[in-house]
């Protein structure tokens, strides 16, 4: 069965440095998503992207964050200068349409920022 | 914010049936019903969804009210896998609504041996 990969599965960096957290959605999916839980709450929505240009945005995610399809498969989160409060698992999720389709989510990478 | 009650936890002894209830007295007319559950900080994983009819698929059933403002999931032979948070979402089938999910605080289920 087809799924949603991310890598690395577990990444450290110091405050200030960036991060690049990487998404391969499923082959065929067409909209892509990440989002975000800090340990213990709740599972956040951070962005949505299609047809290589932001649909949706939450609050949480401002200018430090920024996403990027490089090429045909891989799908990227961009953490610019990371704060201690971007400790977190993220989640990519993919899916072929928006709305009737159900969202596929990636094992999620844990971000810790020290 | 989620548009979803949840009970916080429940426990269910394993080889019984596990029924986690949700309110969503707030649904609209063009939203479907949405199950997912998150097992010890893994991705969330998609159960089954549902508008207004029941449904069932190879891991859950999913009940509807008539007056759809509130569901239960069954997990009709629950195993010691199946400990996890379990999410009720409501979500839009079309464009008059966000196309993300947002997730409550879910059901805790404990599946005892």
């Known amino acids: 069965e087809p799924e949603v990969t991310q890598t690395p599965s577990h990444q450290v960096t110091q405050m200030g440095q960036e991060v690049i957290l990487r998404c391969v959605p499923i082959s065929n999916h067409l909209y892509f998503y990440w989002y975000r839980q800090i340990l213990g709450q709740k599972v956040e929505f951070l962005v949505s992207?299609?047809?290589?240009?932001?649909?949706?945005k939450s609050e949480i995610f401002d200018d430090q964050f920024s996403v990027e399809r490089p090429d045909g498969s891989n799908f990227t989160l961009k953490i610019r200068s990371t704060k201690l409060e971007d400790s977190a698992m993220y989640f990519c999720a993919s899916t072929l349409e928006p709305y009737q389709e159900t969202q596929y989510f990636g094992p999620g990478t844990r971000l810790l920022v020290l | 914010d989620a548009k979803t009650t949840q009970p916080p936890s429940m426990d269910c002894a394993e080889g019984r049936a596990a029924n986690l209830p949700c309110n969503h007295s707030t649904i609209s007319g063009n939203e479907y019903v949405y199950w997912y559950r998150q097992i010890h900080s893994q991705g969330p994983q998609y159960i089954i969804h549902g508008l207004k009819n029941n449904e069932t698929n190879e891991m859950a059933s999913l009940i509807i009210t008539e007056d759809r403002k509130s569901s239960t999931l069954i997990l009709p032979h629950a195993t010691l896998r199946d400990t996890a948070v379990y999410y009720c979402i409501v979500r839009p089938q079309d464009q008059t609504g966000a196309n993300n999910l947002f997730f409550g605080t879910g059901t805790r289920l404990t599946v005892i041996p």
């Open positions: 992207f299609y047809n290589n240009e932001i649909s949706e």
